[in-house]
């Protein structure tokens, strides 16, 4: 009789920050898109590839909040880079930038995973905000 021995470390293994992940409304808990995590290059990128709408809602609109002087400006939501130019360091992903396109903002931004969720937290000069994504499927 064989028996299997399944180690608790393979079990627990963390995923990578690569892959899709599902946005999390930080007021309502409620999903708000699902972001692809890539690597371009050297680089790592996110891009928007699903928003979850209201029925009422344009289900792909355009980012009319960007900064006119962004290439993303005025262009559809869906398939938009909102992270840019993330660098290894460490556990983390840093030195990038994140765009919240229904504020038009662009934040300094960094990643990381804890468990099996991604953190990502953008910074405002002093001031920062965490959010917690989930693993999409």
């Known amino acids: 009789m064989a028996f299997v021995?399944?180690?608790?470390?393979?079990?627990?293994?963390?995923?990578?920050?690569?892959?899709?992940?599902?946005?999390?409304?930080?007021?309502?808990?409620?999903?708000?898109?699902?972001?692809?995590?890539?690597k371009k290059e050297d680089k790592v990128y996110g891009k928007i590839i699903r928003l979850f709408r209201n029925g009422d809602e344009d289900p792909d609109p355009i980012c009319d909040l960007c900064p006119k002087n962004d290439s993303r400006y005025g262009q559809k939501i869906i398939g938009m880079e909102i992270i840019k130019n993330l660098e290894k360091d460490g556990k983390e992903y840093a030195n990038g930038t994140v765009l919240k396109p229904d504020e038009g903002k662009?934040?300094?931004?960094?990643?990381?995973?804890?468990?099996?969720?991604?953190?990502?937290?953008?910074?405002?000069?002093?001031?920062?905000?965490?959010?917690?994504?989930?693993?999409?499927?």
């Open 5 to 38: 021995f399944v180690s608790p470390v393979l079990c627990n293994a963390q995923t990578s920050v690569f892959g899709k992940w599902k946005t999390i409304d930080d007021e309502t808990g409620d999903p708000k898109s699902i972001v692809e995590i890539y």
């Open 106 to 137: 662009i934040f300094k931004c960094k990643i990381w995973l804890e468990k099996d969720k991604l953190k990502i937290r953008g910074y405002w000069g002093i001031f920062y905000r965490t959010q917690t994504w989930i693993k999409a499927n």
